[in-house]
């Protein structure tokens, strides 16, 4: 029997339909930006893995910290105790996040990272015997699978089950160009409206509805709303963290600082999973009181586990090298390139470059759906091609690992132009 085969007498796939669903394909070997599966079919790894690999599979640097780390400690309970990787991790973030950072807190993956931040907001205001429950959050938005990140996420399909059994949740729309105004003006409404403790966002790309983008001054404006009336602000970086956009993070480029940021995909390289939540310090001083009672009573069996940290030290360092840096430069002005060549063709609707991320809509006859036909028909000619690329409906994305060399960009590029030919 393949591993394909065995596969389907045993597991339960993410997102998947198995009654409908190609069986999966057993990829055996990744080194670089190339995975292998168990036949020896090459395949371009253009998503990065679902956004979490910018430095390659199998890499060395990363995987020899992870051995030291694990024949050194490889786990250790945090309550009550803590370890040099924790503290070097904290340490090296407080220099690269926001400066108003100053708390982090571990969990194991994003949407865990958002639930602390979701749970944080809260109670934030419960610690201050202040009624604020109400949590803002944009149209579209995606911040994982948990309840609470489910509430605040808007992806239909993913949620409709559970409608109804979330906390409270309102939504408004991304300020995407010539939208900014009514954006503003609902979160003002909402505000009036609502007892606001949070207004969690994706900052600048939003990755799951697409690839949809948006300015920072846009951001700034709402964050500006928000803090003018007490409302926390929460950025998941989940997917915009760690040079995705260009710079570390995408809050770099918004002149507002918010309350909390959310971090995993890309922390470990792609490793080991792992999560951060990060707070400033009046976030994290309504905490600390001599009532137990206003503790954040919140905790993951291997949070901060030091193989994790370990991961995230070397990922880090990695990520701040001329050589990746001068990779994300030139991710970016490739795609740029291909942006220009292929929004005038008559099949697309519209591109959008923000550091290594492209996206390109394609023109359909019917709504598309998030896993419509057109989808399906252009997930298996990428994967008959050797590309692993994840159309959002009708929008096709490209995440690459920075250490993607030109030739493969190219061929992916190749690719979804024959793509738009053939759909
Ligand atoms: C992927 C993602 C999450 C959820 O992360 P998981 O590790 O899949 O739980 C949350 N927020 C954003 C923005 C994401 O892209």
Redesign the pocket.
Known sequence: MTLTEKDSQYLWHPYTQHKTAQAPIAISRGEGALLWDENGKEYIDAIASWWVNPFGHSNRFIADAIYKQLTTLEHVLFGGFTHEPAIKVAEKLMEILPKNQQKIFFSD???TA?EVAIKVALQFFFNKKEKRTTIIAFENA????TFA?MAASGISFYTQAFQGMFIDVVRIPVPVKGQEQESFDALRAVIEKHDCAGFIF?PLVQ??AGMVMYEPEALAKLMQICKENNVLTIA?E??TGFGKTGKTFAMDYVTEVPDMICL??ALTGGTIPMAITTFTQEVFDAFYDDDINKALFHGHTFTANPTGCAAALASIELLHTEEMQANIERIHKSHLDFQKKIEKHSKVITARTLGVIFAVEIKSDSEESYYGSMRTKLYNFFIDKGVVLRPVGNIVYILPPYIMSDEQLQKVYKTIEDAIEMV
């Open positions: 993956n994003g949407s958002v995606f911040h994982g699978d990140a994706e990755g799951a998941d989940v997917m995993s995909k």
